[in-house]
């Protein structure tokens, strides 16, 4: 089966072509980081304005380094959730007009599903990770969430969270401390530069969240601690500035990777995923290797392009749903909710002592 992907939820629009054993022959990216990074952040309606320019030449392109037709492909895969609400609109009305159309049939796909599928993806020169298979505990990091999930299958249904954030995405928390450094947008890759160069001992921030018995994040406080020494001593310079850094990354990527392996205990798994733009962080990828060496689990860490946002996680995704018979029609919506089950409460506020005390009820794709 081949499978033409769309995605547009957030500030990238994405085009690709996958088969049914996740062979990308295809897969096109069309950022709109410069767009947004004046503003610091992703406009929502910049972004959809957007998309709606690069969607179709985006496809063409797609379809072109694939080497195929339009009618030559099995079926249409779209983001239709979660996201901008006004980005999404615009894959999901293309991706109908495209089915309509050319005949073919259409499957929306949850973007975290994608996110969470990426690693079994295969690019050119990629080879099939060592281990690669269902169940794993999956850890999904990028600008929009951060959760653990069980995951026992490629679809939502066979996806369960074990502990999500409670208020900031890791990716946004390393966002807004670049913006309060006055590094550009977005952060991440830059205070994973920086970092690099820095001393995580000389600045004490604490871990966020720490503590054991809890698979819950919160990266917030975190931010602020940032945001309130900047106000009072200012942007610190040069080495000041890498220390810095590397003591915020090294509090994040510390309570995500000993939070993972928690859930690999609690849960009895033997296989950890990566997913999502922060997993492209070298810390965090070196601490889950590291401990996932030690305690003898086989970790699995999607490819840089295959961790951030693009086309390729949702075409594949999209091809699972089709394999179980599964697809959609014109009266698919674009939401910015998630399909997956959300146990985590956000926001402050004492919590009850089972884990499924939140548990808000199970929807289908
Ligand atoms: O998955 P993604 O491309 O988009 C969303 O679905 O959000 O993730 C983007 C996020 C941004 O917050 C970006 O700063 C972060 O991933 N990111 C990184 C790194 N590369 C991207 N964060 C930390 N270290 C990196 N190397
Ligand atoms: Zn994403």
Redesign the pocket.
Known sequence: MLVLGIETS?DETGAAVVSSDGTVLSDVVESQVALHAEWGGVVPELASRDHLRNTGPVVREALAKAGLRLDQVDAIAVTCRPGLVGALLVGVQTAKGIAWGAGKPLVGVD?LVG?LVSVFLRREGETTQEGLGFPYVGLLV???HTALYRVEGPCADQIHELGATRDDAA??A??KVAKVLGLAY????R??RLASEGDPLRVKLVPPMARRGSLEFSFSGIKTEVARRVASGGVPQGDALCDLCASFQSAVTGVLAKKLFEAVERERMDRVVLG???S???ELRRRVEELGRQKGIATLVPSLASA??NAAMIAYAGIKRLERGEVDGGDLVATSETVLEQLTRKGRGRRGSSPHAFSVPRRTE
């Open positions: 957030c973007h996110h990028s600008g929009g990716g946004e390393f966002d977005p952060g991440g890759p205070i994973d999502g733009g922060v492209a962080n070298r951030t946002d």
